[in-house]
């Protein structure tokens, strides 16, 4: 499953994580939407509260991209943020 994480970090502060992970650990939230399944950590989940996190394959690159409704603004290329 989808491991997604926030760390310290990056050009704004904060950046996204993203692993494939076998299992949740003892302290993660699982999120399953339409047979996806993904977990995040419990300091993660307050600075993803709302978020949408969406994956595109497009010419140019195939990413995890997430909308954030905390983010007060973020890097260029999307991937770090600041609350």
């Known amino acids: ?3 997604v994480a926030v760390d ?3 050009c704004s502060g904060f950046q996204y ?3 494939l992970v ?3 650990e003892a302290d993660d939230l699982t999120i399953e939407h339409e047979g996806a399944s993904a977990v995040v ?3 993660s989940l307050d600075l993803l509260r709302g ?3 969406d994956f595109a394959d497009e010419l140019a690159a195939a990413e995890f ?3 954030n409704p905390n983010a007060k603004s973020s ?3 999307g991937v770090s943020f600041s609350i």
Do not use: K, N, P, Q
Request: some cysteine; hydrophobic content about 35%.
């Open 17 to 19: 994580r993203f692993d």
């Open 1 to 3: 499953m989808l491991r």
């Open 22 to 24: 076998e299992s949740a």
């Open 51 to 53: 978020s949408l996190i």
């Open 41 to 43: 950590d419990s300091i």
């Open 75 to 77: 890097c260029g290329c």
């Open 8 to 10: 310290g970090g990056g």
């Open 65 to 67: 991209r997430v909308r």
